[in-house]
Nanobody, 126 residues
Framework: QVQLVESGGGLVQAGGSLRLSCATS????????MGWFRQAPGNVREFVTA????????YYSNSVKGRFTISKDNAKNTVYLQMNSLKPEDTGVYYC???????????????????WGQGTQVTVSS
């Protein structure tokens, strides 16, 4: 089993920044992807960004490209999401996820991820 624990959420004004962290523990795997998804009330869970296990490849949704940055520290078994220029529409619960698949196929599809964290709330006020 893989355990994922998110932290770093909170309330921020529009234009501000937050950094989310996702600490992993338990059985780890050396390939695959780590990703971030978010879900606003009444909406489906949507893809935000993902990173290859080596950190060499990153993927972003169009809505966050240029504002958010995903990174990982394998020595600390932690994935980070730096969020800048936040907008009210970025509000939601942010989930960290992990998958063992090594291909980028369907990387934006939540169903392809094997493990999930409990989520952390991000609220951006206007």
């Amino acid at each position: 089993q893989v355990q994922l624990v998110e932290s770093g959420g909170g309330l921020v004004q529009a234009g501000g920044s937050l950094r989310l962290s996702c600490a992993t523990s338990g059985r780890t795997f050396s390939r695959g992807h780590m990703g971030w998804f978010r879900q606003a009330p009444g909406n489906v869970r949507e893809f935000v960004t993902a990173i290859g296990w080596s950190g060499g490849y990153t993927y972003y949704s169009n809505s966050v490209k240029g504002r958010f940055t995903i990174s990982k520290d394998n020595a600390k078994n932690t994935v980070y999401l730096q969020m800048n220029s936040l907008k009210p529409e970025d509000t939601g619960v942010y989930y960290c996820a992990a998958r063992s698949s090594t291909t980028s196929n369907f990387i934006q599809n939540a169903a392809t991820y094997d493990y999930w964290g409990q989520g952390t709330q991000v609220t951006v006020s206007s």
